[in-house]
Each structure stands twice: as structure tokens, then as C-alpha cells.
């Protein structure tokens, strides 16, 4: 290492460190705006009376950090990435960690066959109608190759929007066919409603933990997260989203209303309804994921904001990939008053949903007996989470507190403070065994001491041992 | 009509196309950019001496013209909208076309059964193998109903994937499984493409002609597009190219050197050693759009530009929508060093590529006489294009021109000036005939007196007629 880099006790920081934490407060002010340059290597050289070396080494160590970015012949400039606005402290973490890489590790590790699948929020095969769905869509494709092949431009499948538009009624809405348009996933519905009611730059409001694909997906929009805080048995704290669109110009909040991601927190009633009020007063729009609404551990569905909507401002969307075949990428969205922009960005984002896919679904839903499959799942899904937090509760260090999630099939886990969930990670990953940590459910790299665990595996004794061996690699922590 | 919006010959423009005039100036001047805020009611009412109701007169003229956008409370902003650097010779064109709105208009035919089909670039199904890729399809699901149902994360299927390295030997490449990353179709492949090496504001340089989807995705993501003229016979001409690089930082190129939409011109070889040695001097990305490579009228298949490239800066783009199954939205892009960006910006956008459609389409490219099929489809396509054409000489216009692709199934027709092509297809449309206008492959809505017509539909008595009929429509224009 270099000399200038050693940072003795009682001396102060050496120079590089002392320049990069001066950039660093510009940038955290907001005097330097993502996209601006930083001073070049000489100006801040005559500026801190230091080396353009130690300039050079203070920005290639912001540039470590994710805060700015280096291009050719051109400087250094500020990254555009997600930012939450709340009072950064610096000395929590040593840097930055970029969702962006912990997702792709995520997902990478979720191709591995040999590793434990605690990580991704995937349902496993298992619980799924897999052969009874690869029936029907053996038949689709025989009695209508044409079709089948064929595209089936936006707003995609008659036979599929009519579907959702029933079940709707179930969530306590009423949409029509012709306010939905099908796309790839809910990955696709939830990317098309930011690009449709935002634009780079804008503040969007998201909840705090929320599923890290929607923070990367702002970073990737160049959109901003600000962060609302998250009751685990309410939702967003709506006093917190109160002050916050009061003090800044919010363009969108994006809320998973019925079973958040990662806590499983159920929104009561009441709350939805001041939730849609606030939004209407400010003309905000909703970006409501509905992706787990079917997946209550209780006996009623619950409603959807969408049904306290009278403006045309909430955009909902919704996907089988929880309940009956990811692999499909079958998703809707219901964008209100945005339809026009969402079925254009539709167009040139992927052109159209597969027609095969859309077919096999909407058969499904109309004839396969979708109803006493969710049944099945949701009881399932219940027991589930309820074995995974026994597990935990008996093999996770002294001080570990789980969520006690209304609907999905993830958990929660926060561990005792000391206990940082990244290094964890890694040792797990090196044992086959995956996560989700928990800095990646924050902008800001909050959690640090939390974890997701995947439930949607039923327990056989190798999940079982090793989410058990998880507990004591987070005790040796 | 109001009065003040009469225009008497002899007379003065009335004073709201004055205000109007000058603020269009400022726009087409570039001293007001998009996402720029225009002066305010008051403002620009003291700034020109007329009355607040003129200034708003001449503002909701400018909106009409798709210049500027009111905003709730706001005020009046400049577009963001895909602009040419091309001198603006106003007095050509009444009013600006937006290409979303005919896309719209032209997808929507696309979706009407009794429209004649001549508008849309689709592939017939009667001229894909849907049967046999029914056959396949069915019987992959019901062999692999869990894997066919469970996600198939990015990179995307190893089977696909392989296939599509063996065959980039044919196109003069050597692509490694490892290089290739899956996509729901080309659409998406191009759209991850742009997103990956360009940023909203940055120019990128396309044909001219190109495909509107193209002009339409530019402008959704707020790229800025510069047009290059397009040779019938060759391409890209690369003298205004370099041109255009000395004198613009462009951060992309997109081109479709093998059989262009609408032209269907073949780049030279000679000419792709050049394109990719420009580029390469200047470390500007090239996104190749192979959509159409396979689709040659003569013997061989020409190579594409990505064989030229040693670094890393060519994104090869391709697809089995215009050769085996539209509907199945199956694509891929080989990303070259932008692979990792892609990759992660594909799990935002869709997050997988649906799995049983790209089983199957990798199973019929490793034994279902994919080479057999393309034969025939090429020499179909090849008879198509030369009927067309003969219906068009026949029928149409006296100093009609045709274009002579060497591959695809669309011509490109340019009428006698005087026959300007959006008022033709208003009257085509209504009476069931679709075309794809010229003004809509330009942003800035040159070739007024062009139009596409897909040639991928056999032709039979009622096509014929049709086609007859629009030539008729024309002469009458």
C-alpha cells in the first residue's frame, strides 16, 4: 500500500483522504448534482494547496466509493445514482456498496443449482402447477399454431385482459379490459409506470427496506429514491410521506400496499384511503406493485389502493410470476389516466408480450382451477414461513428478531447490531448457501445487520441444516 | 374559427403566428432547449406588445405543432423529442409529425383483421413454419414442465445461446455462448443497446430512412437523433458520417448494415472495414441491428460489421421475429465490453426472457431445418418483393419510383412530389388498406411523398386488388 494511504492512529487523515472528504460534502450538499463535473485535477490542486497526485488519488477514491465516475479526456464527474435524502452518516460505512453488483451476484447465484436458493424471491417449482400448466400449453399450441406464433401487439391478449379485469373485483376495484395492457412480467409493468409518470432527475418515493430490483431500476432510470420509513405491520409510515412530498417535489411514490417486500406488511384499510388522499391532494401518481396481493397468509384478499382512486392517478400492476409461472414473464398494468404513454413505452421497450404465454395464462385463470391453486399456495406459503422462522429463532444468535409477515413467502431477519450481513454473505455463498443482505434494500445501504430468506422452498432436511448452519456462520460473526 | 386566426391574402401573419414564430426561432436556434421552460404568459406578452390571449394562442399553436407541453401550474415547456441537425426548412412541412402518434395509428391497423396488411413489417404466419413450431413446442413443455414454467435468468437459455454462436460463424464472426445475452425479442435487444453506451441528451447517429421504432425508442429515452443519408444501393454513406463525427461528439451509432428498413440496402464489405475503422478511431460505439441478415435475396448470407470489430465496440443485435415466430419474443444481443451493463439492465427492464420460447426456438435452430426453412423463406421473399413491385408499376402513379432491395420483404416507394403520403394513408385507412408513411422514418419528418409497403403477405387476388387500389388512391392525391 501506498505510504500516503496509512492512516496512523492519532494523526490526522492523511491529504488524499482529507481533499476526497471535502468533494464528498459538495456532493452531499447537493452543490455538486449527479452529472456535474468535479473541479479538475489542477484547479483543486491550486484549491487544497495539495499534489495533483493527491488529487488524483482523492477522486480515484470517490470513484471507489461509487461517488463519481472518471471518463476519457473529459474529468471526473458526478455519478447519477440512487440517493436518499436523509442525513447521510459517512462513518457508519466504510463505502459505498452498489446495489447494482449485489443484485447481479443475487441473481447469479440463483442460476448455481448446487447452491441453497435462500436468496431470490423465486417460488420454487414445486409449489407450482407445473404440469398441469405445461398441459395446457401444450394444447394452446396445437389448436392455435398461428396465433400462437404470432404477435399480439398492445395492448396484448383479449382472452388475459378480460381475466384480470374479473379478478379485480376481488381486490375491491373494478378495471375493464380496455384500461390493461399485458407486458413482460411485473419487472416490465413497474419499469414502464416510472418512465411513464417520471423523468431522469425526479424524485421518486419508495418504501424503506424495499425490494432492491426497484431501487436498481431507478439507478438505472436515473431517477432518485428518497426513502419513507416502513412499520412492519402497517406499511409507509404515512406521517413520514406527509412531510416529505410537503418538503420536496415528489414525482411518483412506488408502494407494495398488500405484503411488502421484504417485510410482509399488510396496509390497513384506513390507511389506504389517507395513502390515495394525500397522493390525490398533489396530484402524485401511485405506482401500486400488486405483485403479492394474492399471497395473504389469511382468509381475505385485501383490497388494492387502485380501489380508492378517482383520478386516474394510481397505476397498478400485477404478474403470475409469484403464483404460476415466472418463467412465462405474464404481467399487467392498469396505468389510469398514464395509459397512452405506458402502451407507447411498451412499444419500444419490447414491442409486445409473448402470445403462447398470455394464452396459457389466460386459460388458466378461466379454466385451470387458479382459485383452488392460490388457496393451496397461500396455506402453504403460511406454513412455510412459519417452519423457516422456527429454524431461525432456534439456530440465529441470541438477539436476532424476525418479521412476522402477513403474505408472501419471505422473511426478515434482523441480527444484532455487530453483525454486518455483507462479510456474512460471502462465508454463506462460500458454503452454498444464498441471501438476500440487507444494504441491498436501501439506497443508502441501511440494514446493514439484515437479511431475506426465501421461503417459497418446502424444508427437506438440507434447507433445514442449512439454515441452521447459516445461524451459526452469523454467531461467529 | 376565431378571427384573429384568419389569414387574409395580402395581409400581415395574424399576431399569434408572429409570436408564435419568433418563440419557434428560439427552439429551432437551440437558445431554448427541451425541458426548457418558455417565457411565461405576462412575460412574453410585455416581451411582444399583444395581449395575454394571443401569447396563449400562439403557445397552444406551438403545443399543436408537438413543440411544446403545457404543464398542470407550471407553465409551458420545450419538448424533449428526437431532433435531426439538418437544416429545418420549415415552409416544407405545415406542422411536425410526431412518429408516436403513427406508430400508434400504425399498430392499431395492425391489430384490425380486416385491414390489409401492408404497414406493419410483419412476417405472414402463412409463410413461417407455425405447425411444426407448435409440434416442438408442445412437446418440450410437456417433457420439461418445471423448467419450462421456472425462470431463465440473464444471460438466458445455455441451449439458445449456443446456437446462436454456431451460427455467427455464418456471418463471418466468432461468437462465444459467453458473449450472448437473451432478449424478449430484437426490441428489447436494441433498447438495452441504446441505454447501455448512450445517456438521455447524447446524440446518436441513425439511417436515413430508418425504422420509425427506432425514432420513437430515441425519443422515449431522450437521446437526441442525427440522420445520415442512406445510399439505396449501399448504406450508410460514410462520407457524411465522418463528417458528422468530426464535427458532433455522437455516443452511438445504430445501423442495419444487411438489408435496411425501408431500403433494403446491403453495406458493401469494403464499406463495413470502413464503418467499424471510423468508428473504432473514435472509440464510438456501433449497435448493429441484424434483425434482417438472414433474410438475403441472393445465395449467401453477408457478413456482418461485428467481424470487423477487435474492440469490443459493436453490439450485435438479432432475432427470430422476422424468420420463425414473432410471437414468441425471442431475441439476443452479443453486447461486446458493454456485456456487464447490459446484463445488469436487462434485469430491470424484463428481468428474464421467457423460458419455453426459447427452449423451443433453440431446439428448431438445432434440428428443425432452420436452414432449410430459411432457404425457402428467402427465396419466397425474393418473389414476394419482385410481385410487389410489378403490381406497383402497373398501378401506380406516373414517375413513381421503387426501391430494389437485396433483402427483407419491404419496398420502399417514392411517389411524384406533389403526392404527400400522411393524407394518402388517411384515405388508404379508410378504406381498409394500411401503409407505413415516410415522414415517419425521419425525425424530422422528411420523405413526405414516400411510403413502405410490406411485402410479406402472399400475394392473392384481394391483395393485389388492394394494392391496385391504393395505386389509384394515389394518382387521385
Known amino acids: 500500500m501506498d505510504a500516503t494511504r496509512m492512516n496512523r492512529p492519532g494523526t490526522d487523515p492523511p491529504l488524499y483522504a482529507q481533499v476526497a472528504a471535502a468533494v464528498q460534502e459538495l456532493i452531499d450538499s447537493g452543490a455538486l448534482r449527479p452529472g ?112 400462437s406464433i404470432s404477435y399480439d401487439m398492445p395492448p396484448g391478449s383479449d382472452a388475459l385482459r378480460r381475466e384480470v379485469a374479473k379478478r379485480s373485483l376481488e381486490a375491491g376495484t373494478t378495471l375493464t379490459p380496455e384500461e390493461i395492457i399485458t407486458t413482460c412480467g411485473g419487472t416490465e409493468a413497474l419499469s414502464l409506470a416510472i418512465r411513464a409518470v417520471t423523468k431522469p432527475g425526479d424524485v421518486v418515493a419508495v418504501e424503506s427496506p424495499t425490494y432492491f430490483g426497484l431501487l436498481q431500476l431507478l439507478d438505472d432510470l436515473r431517477r432518485r429514491a428518497i426513502e419513507i420509513p416502513m412499520d412492519p405491520r402497517n406499511g409507509m409510515d404515512l406521517d413520514a410521506l406527509e412531510r416529505t412530498v410537503r418538503r420536496e417535489r415528489v414525482a411518483a411514490v412506488v408502494a407494495v400496499p398488500n405484503f411488502s417486500n421484504p417485510l410482509g406488511s399488510a396496509m390497513p384499510e384506513a390507511h389506504k384511503a389517507r395513502l390515495a388522499e394525500v397522493l390525490r391532494a398533489r396530484e402524485i401518481p401511485l405506482i401500486e406493485d400488486d405483485i403479492n ?56 421497450t419490447t414491442l409486445a408480450t409473448p402470445s403462447l404465454p398470455q394464452m396459457a395464462v389466460a386459460e388458466f385463470l378461466a379454466n385451470g382451477g387458479y382459485d383452488h391453486h392460490l388457496r393451496s399456495l397461500r396455506t402453504l406459503f403460511a406454513t412455510q414461513v412459519a417452519r423457516y422462522r422456527a429454524i431461525i429463532s432456534a439456530s440465529f444468535p441470541p438477539g436476532t428478531r424476525v418479521s412476522e409477515p402477513a403474505g408472501g413467502f419471505v422473511l426478515w431477519v434482523e441480527l444484532p447490531a455487530r453483525i454486518a450481513a455483507l462479510p456474512l454473505q460471502e462465508r454463506a455463498l462460500a458454503e452454498g448457501i444464498s441471501f438476500a443482505p440487507g444494504p441491498m434494500f436501501s439506497a443508502r445501504q441501511r440494514f446493514t445487520n439484515f437479511l431475506r430468506i426465501n421461503c417459497a422452498h418446502p424444508v427437506d432436511s438440507k434447507l433445514e441444516d442449512a439454515l441452521a448452519r447459516l445461524g451459526s456462520l452469523a454467531k461467529r460473526a
Open 36 to 147: 456535474d463535473r468535479v473541479p479538475s485535477i489542477r484547479r483543486a490542486s491550486r484549491q487544497h494547496g495539495v499534489s495533483a497526485n493527491t488529487v488524483v488519488e482523492a477522486y480515484l477514491a470517490l470513484e471507489d466509493r461509487g461517488l463519481i465516475e472518471g471518463r476519457p479526456k473529459s474529468g471526473f464527474f458526478v455519478r447519477s445514482r440512487v440517493l436518499a435524502k436523509a442525513p447521510s452518516r459517512r462513518t457508519e460505512r466504510p463505502r459505498l456498496v452498489e446495489v447494482g453488483n449485489l443484485q447481479t451476484r443475487l441473481f447469479d447465484a440463483a442460476r448455481m443449482r448446487d447452491v441453497v436458493p435462500f436468496g431470490a424471491a423465486y417460488p420454487s417449482a414445486d409449489v407450482l402447477p407445473a404440469v398441469k400448466f405445461a398441459r395446457i400449453t401444450a394444447a394452446l399450441a396445437r389448436q392455435h399454431p398461428r396465433e
Open 293 to 348: 396481493g394474492e399471497l395473504g397468509h389469511g382468509s381475505t384478499r385485501p383490497k388494492v389502493v387502485h380501489a380508492q382512486d378517482h383520478a386516474g392517478l394510481v397505476l397498478l400492476c400485477g404478474s403470475y410470476s409469484k403464483t404460476l409461472a415466472p418463467g412465462y414473464r405474464v404481467g399487467w398494468i392498469a396505468p389510469g389516466r398514464f395509459y397512452e404513454r405506458v402502451k407507447g413505452l411498451k412499444l419500444t
